[in-house]
C-alpha cells in the first residue's frame, strides 16, 4: 500500500507543524476527511485554547474545533507518530527586509529530531525558491540521521489561505503541490487531494512552486503599488481615486485593484523573498521593490493628509484627540501581524499625537504585545476631533454618518475631520453634512 491509501485508511497518520491562519483549518480539513491528524505548535497557550474549543483565528469557529478529532499537542514527540507531515510556520522578514528562516528553521530542527523512515515532509512556508532543498532538507537529514531520497522525501505547496476570507476557502482554491521525484509527487497530490475539492495543480519542480507563491503575491503587491500612486497623484489633481476606479472598472479587462495598506503575512513580506534570491543572483529588482517602497509609505502618507486636513480645519493637531478604527492588516480577520495601521500611529505620534484605536477583532493582548496599543471599545469613543477609518471591518462599514458624528466632540461640521482610508462612505453624503473629508 502506499503513504496515501495507509494514510486514508487510518494506519498512518499526519501531522500539521505550526497552527495558526494557515496550519491550523488544514488539520481540521484533513480530520473532517477521516484522516488521523496531529496538530502541533509550541505555542502551549494556543494549544490550550484549541483542546478548550477555541478558535482565536477565527478561520474555521469555535464549533469547529470542539468538534475536530485533530490531536492537539505541544509535545514534540507526538510526531513521531506520523508519516506524512505538513509545515506550515510563517517566515517574516527582518527589520532590514531580508527573510527571517528563523521559524522554518527551527520547525525542521524540531521534525527531524522526531523523523521516521519512510516519511514525506511537505513545505508550505513562504520561501524564495531554493529552500526547501538547500536548507530545509540538510537539516532534516542532520536531526533524523536519515538520508533524504532514501530514507524520507520532500516537497513543497505553498499556502494559498486567505485569512479571513469566507469564500475563497481552502477546499476550493486549487493547490500547487511538488515533489522531489515523481513518486513523491504522485504521493503529496493523492493527500491534498482529499481535502482540496477543485483539485491540485503538480509542478515540475520544488523550486517552481516555491517561485509560484512569492510571485503570485509580488503581482498583486506591484498593483496595488499602481492603485497607491494613482491616488497620492489624484489627491494633487483634486480627483476622487474611487470614482476613477469605478469608472476604470466598467471594461472587461479591469484587474480590479484599489489603493489601501498593504500588510500582512503575505504580500506586504513575499516580495522581500523573491528580491533577496534575485539579488543573490546578481539581478536587482527595477519594479518590484519600487511597489514595496510605495506600499511601505501608505501609513505614512494617510497620517500625513489627517494632520493637513486637521490644519486646514482649524485644529492643533498636537491638541486633538484622534481616533483610528482598525489595526489588524485586514478587514474581518484578527490578524495584526504586520499591520499598516502602526504606521499612521507612529506618524501621529511624531506629532504629538496619541491616537484612540478600535478594533473589535483585535486581541488585545497582541495589539499590547505587538504595538504597544491599548484597545478602546467603540461605544467609549467620543469628543473625538479626527475619525480615521482605515480598515473595512463589518462593524465600521455598519456606521451610518450620523453614528459617526456621535463620536466628535460639539463644534462645526466643517471642524470635523474624517479620514476614510477604504473609500466605505458615499463621498456626496459626507460633503453634504460639512465634514472636511479625505479618503485614498
Not at 34 to 60: C, M, Q, R
Not at 145 to 173: A, Q, T, W
Not at 408 to 433: A, F, H, N, S, W
Request: proline share 4%.
Amino acid at each position: 500500500m502506499s503513504l496515501y491509501e495507509r494514510i486514508k485508511s487510518g494506519e498512518e497518520s499526519l501531522s500539521l507543524v505550526g497552527l495558526g491562519y494557515v496550519g491550523m483549518p488544514i488539520a481540521v480539513a484533513f480530520a473532517n476527511e477521516g484522516v488521523n491528524v496531529i496538530g502541533f505548535d509550541l505555542n502551549t497557550a494556543k494549544i490550550d485554547l484549541y483542546k478548550s474549543g477555541v478558535d482565536p483565528t477565527h478561520e474555521v469557529g469555535d464549533e469547529a474545533i470542539a468538534k475536530t478529532t485533530v490531536h492537539f499537542t505541544a509535545n514534540e514527540n507526538d510526531l513521531k507518530k506520523a508519516k506524512f507531515h505538513i509545515v506550515a510556520v510563517p517566515t517574516p522578514v527582518n527589520l532590514d527586509h531580508t527573510p527571517d528562516l528563523s521559524p522554518v528553521i527551527g520547525a525542521s530542527e524540531i521534525l527531524g529530531r522526531n523523523l521516521t523512515k519512510g516519511s514525506i515532509v511537505v513545505f508550505e512556508s513562504t520561501v524564495y525558491p531554493g529552500v526547501t532543498e538547500d536548507v530545509c532538507m540538510p537539516i532534516l537529514e542532520k536531526e533524523s540521521g536519515l538520508k533524504c531520497g532514501v530514507d524520507f522525501k520532500i516537497g513543497y505547496s505553498p499556502e494559498r489561505i486567505n485569512p479571513g476570507d469566507k469564500v475563497h476557502r481552502l477546499e476550493n482554491i486549487r493547490k500547487i503541490v511538488s515533489g522531489m521525484d515523481a513518486e513523491s509527487l504522485e504521493e503529496i497530490k493523492n493527500v491534498y487531494d482529499l481535502v482540496i475539492k477543485v483539485g491540485t495543480y503538480p509542478v515540475s519542480t520544488i523550486k517552481t512552486a516555491e517561485a509560484v507563491k512569492v510571485v503570485e503575491n509580488s503581482q498583486r503587491d506591484i498593483n496595488i503599488a499602481f492603485m497607491n500612486e494613482l491616488a497620492m497623484v489624484f489627491d494633487k489633481m483634486g480627483i476622487d481615486t474611487n470614482e476613477v476606479v469605478d469608472g476604470m472598472n466598467t471594461k472587461w479587462n479591469a484587474l480590479g485593484f484599489r489603493p489601501g495598506l498593504v500588510g500582512g503575512h503575505c504580500i506586504g513580506v513575499d516580495p522581500y523573498y523573491f528580491t533577496y534570491e534575485a539579488e543573490k543572483l546578481g539581478y536587482h529588482s527595477q519594479i518590484i521593490l519600487n511597489g514595496r517602497i510605495v506600499n511601505d509609505g501608505m501609513g505614512k502618507y494617510v497620517a500625513d493628509a489627517a494632520i493637513k486636513k486637521m490644519i486646514e480645519a482649524g485644529q492643533a493637531p498636537r491638541n486633538s484627540k484622534v481616533v483610528i478604527l482598525g489595526l489588524t492588516f485586514k478587514e474581518n480577520c484578527p490578524d495584526t501581524r504586520n499591520s499598516k495601521v502602526d504606521d499612521i500611529i507612529k506618524r501621529l505620534n511624531e506629532f504629538g499625537i496619541e491616537p484612540v484605536v478600535v478594533d473589535p477583532w483585535a486581541s488585545e493582548r497582541d495589539a499590547l504585545h505587538e504595538y504597544g496599543v491599548t484597545l478602546t471599545r467603540l461605544e467609549d469613543v467620543h469628543d473625538v476631533d479626527c475619525v480615521i477609518v482605515a480598515v473595512a471591518h463589518n462593524e465600521f462599514k455598519k456606521l451610518s454618518l450620523e453614528d459617526l458624528n456621535l463620536m466628535y466632540r460639539e463644534m462645526p461640521d466643517e471642524k470635523k475631520v474624517l479620514i476614510d482610508v477604504k473609500g466605505l462612505l458615499d463621498i456626496k453624503t459626507v460633503e453634504k453634512q460639512g465634514f472636511r473629508l479625505w479618503r485614498l
